[in-house]
Every structure is written in structure tokens, then in C-alpha cells.
């Protein structure tokens, strides 16, 4: 899976089409990191050829409070009707991991769920 931010993609989103056309020619899977935090205008998602969406970690933060609810239904929302994953970033209590799922995600990551390892040390737990 190739992940760019959704900034490093607005930069020049006919260039990016075009690359990421490319990569999603050869069988990758592209995410759009960070979304929600940029300047990305949403006519562009239809025609980026994403599979996901990473929802930053800043809307997750407060998620048992129900702060950010709303808005983290209307990505998942917005996601399913496009065909796309949304995955919620910056998961580290099961209380967050908790309430996402009853919102309806089914994608996450965060230390919740697992610190970054080198790739040795991953490829141990694999065996």
C-alpha cells in the first residue's frame, strides 16, 4: 500500500492523477493520509484512484467524548459511498477503539493496537 498525505497530493493533483493512476495500474493499493486535515477539494477524491482514507489521528483523540462523532460519521459515510476504506488513525485506548467500532469502522491503527517495530523484529512474530 502506497499512503501519501492529502497536502503532498493537492500540490498538483494533475500530477498526481496521473502517478497515481500509474501505481494503481500495477495492483497497489493507494491511501490518502491525513485527510481531513489540508485543503483537498472533494470533486478530486472521484477522480484519485484511492482505496482509502486515513482519518488523522486529531479527530480520533477525543472520540469517547463524542467531540468529533459527527464528523468522523460523515468521512465513513462519505468513504462507503465512494467505494473507499476509511481507516481511523491515532487509535491508543480501547475506549477509542470502542467507539469508532460503533460508529461503523472497521479499519484502524494506533499504538492501541501495536508499536512501530523494526522490520526484523515484525517479521519474528510472523514465524
Known amino acids: 500500500m502506497l499512503e501519501l498525505t492529502e497536502t503532498y497530493v493537492m500540490r498538483d493533483v494533475e500530477q498526481s492523477i496521473r502517478h497515481l493512476q500509474q501505481f494503481a495500474e500495477l ?9 481531513g486535515t489540508g485543503y483537498s477539494s472533494l470533486s478530486y477524491l472521484q477522480n484519485l484512484p484511492l482505496t482509502h482514507i486515513k482519518v488523522d489521528r ?14 468522523l460519521e460523515t468521512v465513513l459515510f462519505l468513504a462507503d459511498k465512494l467505494g473507499l ?43
Not at 27 to 35: K, Q, S, T, V, W
Not at 58 to 71: A, I
Not at 106 to 122: D, I, L, S, T
Request: aromatic share 12%.
Open 27 to 35: 495492483g497497489l493499493c493507494i491511501a490518502m493520509d491525513d485527510f
Open 85 to 127: 476504506r476509511a481507516v481511523a488513525e491515532g487509535i491508543e485506548t480501547a475506549e477509542q477503539a470502542e467507539a469508532l467500532k460503533q460508529i461503523g469502522y472497521r479499519w484502524g491503527q494506533g499504538y492501541w493496537f501495536g508499536h512501530p517495530v523494526p522490520g526484523e523484529a515484525f517479521a519474528q512474530h510472523l514465524d
Open 58 to 71: 486529531s479527530f480520533v483523540r477525543d472520540t469517547p467524548s463524542g467531540k468529533n462523532r459527527g464528523l
